[in-house]
């Protein structure tokens, strides 16, 4: 098989111009790492010079398992935005019906995230490193400078970067929500670290021919999760599913108008207005939901948007769903003769209460006739 480095190469622009524009990968890649590099200085810092060797050794441990942490968690949340991000968006439909081959589109998209990634990790690690060699105590400083430490730290970096960027692009690649495929990308992407931190603690001495040997065997892991991924990666799928989505979309942007009068029936003179209000964590905030009158699909509704809709009087039943199973309680109403009815929905305002509806999922949304 051979491969274009072309098409690679654009494909890694592409989304590099991409993440510059999302707040949530940009916020990512910034606050996390300061985050992860803030706790390690913050425990050296605070390190006596009488501390005793296992524990100034367990304190350094502990600081090569937050700084590996970068390159595990960082492009773990933000390759698991890759597939399905962009199906939301309505963008990866175009991308696929070009001449990019699957193996060339997952590539280019592995080293958009591994690149800033290995960049962000060494650069923090420079950070600490420079700050313990000119503010931490001598005995201290002697520790986090040991060879085998330096050496786990740049060996498995780039090694983990790339286990979590296909973890998280295979899941990806199955879901149809970024916030489930960040989660499940985030704690798979998790277990190389257990072998990492032994030898940050010292449990396992890492010479430098294990240090190899395991450098070695995750790469090849990485090599082998690129060719599964390409393997489950149905384009036809997810090509025919935008295709499908957006007809939806179209069909749904026109509201349902009601029944023309004949004969002796009632003429339309009610109305039904629904308003969708934003509480203060903003969980679910830029997908507009999916307006049920009756059992069938009358339109969307964004945030804080206001729908309008004509309806017969009579007794009508309203239900909204956001994605999967996730949606509304069914609400059945009676419409008066000339009158309005009003409905306001917002998502479940405490995380508790979000927490309950991942569970039941008719909860996620809460509908409330006014």
Known sequence: MTLSAIRVRAVVRKELR????????????TVMPLI??????????????SAPADKIDKIVGLTVLYLLL??????????????????????LE??????????????????AALVPTIAISYAMYGVFLGAVAAFARPNV?????????????LLFTP????????????????????????????LASLPPLAVTS????????????????????????????????????????????????????????VPRAAKPARGNEPATSAVLRLERTMPTNRIDS??????????????????????????????????????????SPLRPFDADDESMTRFTCHPQPLWPLLLMALAVPDRWIVLKQR
């Open 286 to 327: 830029r997908r507009s939901w999916q307006v049920h009158l009756d059992g069938e699909p009358v339109g969307t509704i964004a945030r804080n948007d206001v729908l309008d809709l004509p309806i017969d009087p009579g007794r009508h039943t309203l239900r909204l769903t956001s994605t999967g199973r996730r949606g």
């Open 36 to 49: 992860f590099v803030a706790l390690p200085i913050t425990d050296i810092f605070t390190l006596a010079a």
């Open 159 to 186: 090694l983990l970067a790339g286990w979590s960027i296909w973890v998280g692009i295979a899941i990806s690649a199955r879901s149809s929500d970024v916030r489930v495929a960040q989660q499940i990308g985030t």
């Open 141 to 153: 400083a002697s520790d986090v400078f040991q060879a085998p430490r330096i050496l786990t730290q």
């Open 18 to 29: 991409d993440y510059r524009r999302n707040r949530f990968i940009a916020v990512t890649m």
């Open 94 to 111: 175009p991308v696929l019906t070009t001449p990019v081959r699957r193996e060339e589109f997952l590539l280019g998209k592995a080293l």
């Open 198 to 253: 032994l030898m940050g603690f010292g449990v396992i001495k890492p010479t430098l021919a294990l240090a190899l040997a395991l450098g070695a065997g995750l790469l090849a892991i990485d090599l082998l999760a690129w060719r599964l991924v390409a393997t489950i990666f149905d384009r036809e799928r997810l090509v025919t599913g935008s295709k499908a989505s957006s007809r939806r979309l179209k069909l749904n942007a």
């Open 70 to 91: 970068i390159p595990a968690v960082v492009p773990a949340a933000v390759a698991a935005y890759a597939i399905v991000g962009e199906r939301e968006q309505g963008t």
